[in-house]
């Protein structure tokens, strides 16, 4: 019997030392959430080490190592944190929808990398806004990006080549509630970028989310031009050799369990 209890002794004194040992969750250094001042829509985001940003994209102004969100909902923090749609988000709680907030946050150095800081912003919403939330994926109708029957026709950037994507072309209104925000498509332009860049405006532009399932791993420059009201599938084919496909594709989603007001600090 005491060798028994001798062995279960030290199998938890062995756990302890293991849970011990475990790293703590990543926090920044310092972090501000306070409600906006702007009459602006939202902007901003995160800025890691490894991140690659076009001109045009709201994280481009934000500094290294930072999370600087302007004007933003609950919502919109969220879609930054976990990487998705804002219209992909249930649950909203009550007390959303006039909200918003700016939100400043500095990780310990500039070192910190872009999936590093989008946990430090996740642990700070369930911090701030004591979040939770749970995560599904649904079977909706979509499309997949694959490759045309003569393959593709992209440009294989140089490792050495600045990162640019540049959207442009009419307005067509952006699903986000009461934002009213303008989105441009027409014409797109990616210099070393890979294609999952181009996914979010083709899935705005087909109205339907778009997976990319062409194989491609590689870092690409690439210019993609279409009609207002156009099918995106002869562009797709004639100027980069893609098209896409109609299928059942999954679809994340994220459904807010509880959350509360922030403190302000």
């Known amino acids: 019997m005491k060798i028994k209890l001798l062995g279960v002794a030290l199998l938890l004194f062995q756990a302890s030392r293991l849970l011990l040992a475990l790293p703590s969750?990543?926090?920044?250094?310092?972090?501000?959430?306070?409600?906006?001042?702007?009459?602006?829509?939202?902007?901003?985001?995160?800025?890691?080490?490894?991140?690659?940003?076009?001109?045009?994209?709201?994280?481009?102004?934000?500094?290294?190592?930072?999370c600087v969100i302007t004007a933003?909902?609950?919502?919109h923090i969220m879609a930054i944190a976990f990487k998705i749609d804002v219209n992909r988000i249930d649950g909203r709680p009550?007390?959303?929808?006039?909200?918003?907030?700016?939100?400043e946050a500095k990780a310990e150095n500039a070192s910190a990398t872009q999936d590093e800081l989008l946990q430090m912003l996740r642990n700070l919403l369930a911090d701030r806004f004591k979040l939770k939330a749970s995560r599904e994926t649904r079977e909706e109708s979509g499309y997949a990006l694959v490759l045309a029957k003569n393959g593709?026709?992209?440009?294989?950037?140089?490792?050495?080549?600045?990162?640019?994507?540049?959207?442009?072309g009419s307005s067509v209104n952006k699903k986000d509630g009461a934002d009213g925000q303008k989105l441009p498509l027409n014409t797109v332009t990616g210099q070393n970028l890979p294609l999952h860049q181009l996914l979010d405006v083709l899935s705005r532009a087909a109205g339907a989310a778009?997976?990319?399932?062409t194989g491609l791993t590689g870092s690409y420059d690439?210019?993609?031009?279409?009609?207002?009201?156009?099918?995106?599938?002869?562009?797709?084919?004639?100027?980069?050799?893609?098209?896409?496909?109609?299928?059942k594709v999954p679809?994340?989603?994220?459904?807010?369990?509880s959350a509360e007001r922030p403190t302000e600090n």
């Open 25 to 66: 969750a990543p926090e920044f250094e310092v972090a501000s959430i306070k409600p906006t001042r702007s009459s602006l829509g939202v902007s901003g985001g995160c800025h890691g080490r490894d991140a690659r940003f076009g001109p045009t994209d709201m994280e481009a102004g934000v500094p290294l190592g930072r």
């Open 72 to 75: 933003g909902r609950l919502t």
């Open 94 to 103: 009550e007390w959303e929808g006039p909200l918003r907030f700016d939100l």
């Open 152 to 168: 593709p026709k992209l440009k294989e950037a140089r490792p050495d080549e600045e990162t640019r994507f540049v959207v442009r």
């Open 210 to 213: 778009v997976v990319d399932r």
């Open 222 to 247: 690439f210019t993609l031009s279409w009609e207002p009201g156009e099918n995106l599938s002869g562009p797709l084919q004639q100027q980069l050799g893609l098209k896409l496909e109609g299928q």
């Open 251 to 257: 679809v994340e989603y994220i459904t807010i369990v």
